[in-house]
């Protein structure tokens, strides 16, 4: 069965940059994508983008200047960058799998709380 | 981006009541339709796929069905492990969108 875990800082200045792990326990990493999704009281779910193995990406127009993602198939690990962040950045962020013929999600990582600080 | 809007944002029910939430996609979008309960301090958790495809372990009481911009999450006989907030998701297209959510309340 597979487990996501997420690590990473909860505490981000403003304009510097969030980054955040995920690794994947329990099953195959190759041959998926993997998501990054935050959820944010004003602006509900919302879809950052996704990477593959091999490093494919992609991302969300609306984050795309400010995201980067990477894969280490050596630690079973994907990694989200987000730079020059403000407050409308913090959110909770999950990593998660895109599974089935048509994409939903399953499984999610626990999330994790980022908190943008002035 | 296409957007999702749920109906309605929040809903009261005791019970044993019946509740149907609703989802409206802003083109048509096939089947590619997907429901999610959350529960406070959790992850959202996949329930019904591609509009009606009940996920393993998920309780019979729930039922998805729609197509094209229309669909609708029923949960017939509403249990006590049922009040939390429910999301439906698009995959249609990318970026990838959710609704905005549905609180389920006693």
């Known amino acids: 069965q597979v487990q996501l875990q997420q690590s990473g800082a909860g505490l981000v200045k403003s304009s510097e940059t969030l980054s955040l792990t995920c690794t994947v326990y329990?099953?195959?990493?190759?041959?998926?994508?993997w998501s990054w999704i935050r959820q944010s009281p004003g602006k509900g779910l919302e879809w950052i983008g996704e990477?593959?193995?091999?490093?494919?990406?992609r991302y969300n127009p609306s984050l795309k200047s400010r995201v980067s993602m990477s894969a280490d198939t050596s630690k079973n690990q994907i990694s989200l960058r987000l730079t020059s962040v403000t407050a409308a950045d913090t959110a909770v962020y999950y990593c998660a799998r895109p599974w089935g013929l048509d994409n939903w999600f399953d499984p999610w990582g626990q999330g994790s709380l980022v908190t943008v600080s002035s | 981006d296409i957007q999702m809007t749920q109906s309605p944002s929040s809903l009261s029910a005791s019970v044993g009541d019946s509740v149907t939430i609703t989802c409206r996609a802003s083109q048509s979008i096939g089947t590619s339709l997907h429901w999610y309960q959350q529960r406070p301090g959790k992850a959202p958790n996949i329930l019904i796929s591609?509009?009606?495809t009940l996920q393993n372990g998920v309780p019979s009481r729930f039922s998805g069905s729609g197509s094209g911009t229309d669909f609708t999450l029923t949960i017939s006989t509403l249990q006590p492990e049922d009040f939390a907030t429910y999301f439906c998701q698009q995959s249609y297209n990318t970026p990838l969108t959710f609704g905005g959510g549905t609180k389920v309340e006693i």
């Open positions: 591609s509009t009606s």
């Open positions: 329990g099953g195959s990493f190759s041959g998926f994508f």
């Open positions: 990477i593959n193995h091999s490093g494919t990406t």
